[in-house]
T-cell receptor, first 115, second 114 residues
Framework: AQKITQTQPGMFVQEKEAVTLDCTYD???????LFWYKQPSSGEMIFLIY??????QNATEGRYSLNFQKARKSANLVISASQLGDSAMYFC????????????FGGGTRLMVKP | GAGVSQSPRYKVTKRGQDVALRCDPI?????LYWYRQALGQGPEFLTY????????KSGLPNDRFSAERPEGSISTLTIQRTEQRDSAMYRC????????????FGPGTRLTVT
């Protein structure tokens, strides 16, 4: 069974500063994928970034980077130069390759960017 | 191009009524997933299709829930004899290649059972 844990229910960050959102996972699979999604107050689910378990380099997408530490089973999201529009819920998810590629989500972290 | 669309966006129904929720995936996407999201929580898997074949329905809570995707495109999630505990956001996602790429989510259907 898979499990995704996001230990920070809510976080504040000052505008223009960097912030790290924690995500740890538990799986016995060797092949898996890790995702981060953003859910603003409008309710949509916006894909941010993806990391494959065999990728040697950390994924980056603009201001988003994924700090992947395989031995620790962590996949933290780093947002650089926070903007007011970054205020939202952030979900970490893992893809179960052996079970149809459905996503298992963590409980989410609510990020609030202060002006 | 158009993203994943879902209809209706909001549905209020009385306990005991049947509801049908529709998902129109991105054109050409092979895989279609249904998730349910309670307020303040992450989405939970319900079922998924590759083309028209339902591959896994292990996440469906009970036999009042069913889903179909008869022509490998549009999908319908049906809840029979709705109960208040069925109230949630129901989300559909599609993926181009059996989920090996990112899943693109629709806006969701907010279901309220009174």
């Amino acid at each position: 069974a898979q499990k995704i844990t996001q230990t920070q229910p809510g976080m504040f960050v000052q505008e223009k500063e960097a912030v790290t959102l924690d995500c740890t996972y538990d799986t016995s699979d060797q092949s898996y994928g890790l995702f981060w999604y953003k859910q603003p107050s409008s309710g949509e689910m916006i894909f941010l970034i993806y990391q494959g378990s065999y990728d040697e380099q950390n994924a980056t997408e603009g201001r988003y980077s994924l700090n992947f530490q395989k031995a620790r089973k962590s996949a933290n999201l780093v947002i650089s130069a926070s903007q007011l529009g970054d205020s939202a819920m952030y979900f970490c998810a893992m893809r179960d390759v052996d079970a149809g590629n459905m996503l298992t989500f963590g409980g989410g972290t609510r990020l609030m960017v202060k002006p | 191009g158009a993203g994943v669309s879902q209809s209706p966006r909001y549905k209020v129904t009385k306990r005991g009524q049947d509801v049908a929720l529709r998902c129109d995936p991105i054109s050409g996407h092979v895989s279609l997933y249904w998730y349910r999201q309670a307020l303040g929580q992450g989405p939970e898997f319900l079922t998924y299709f590759n083309y028209e074949a339902q591959q896994d329905k292990s996440g469906l809570p009970n036999d009042r829930f069913s889903a179909e995707r008869p022509e490998g495109s549009i999908s319908t999630l049906t809840i029979q004899r709705t109960e208040q505990r069925d109230s949630a956001m129901y989300r559909c996602a599609s993926s181009p290649d059996r989920g090996r790429d990112e899943q693109y989510f629709g806006p969701g259907t907010r279901l309220t059972v009174t």
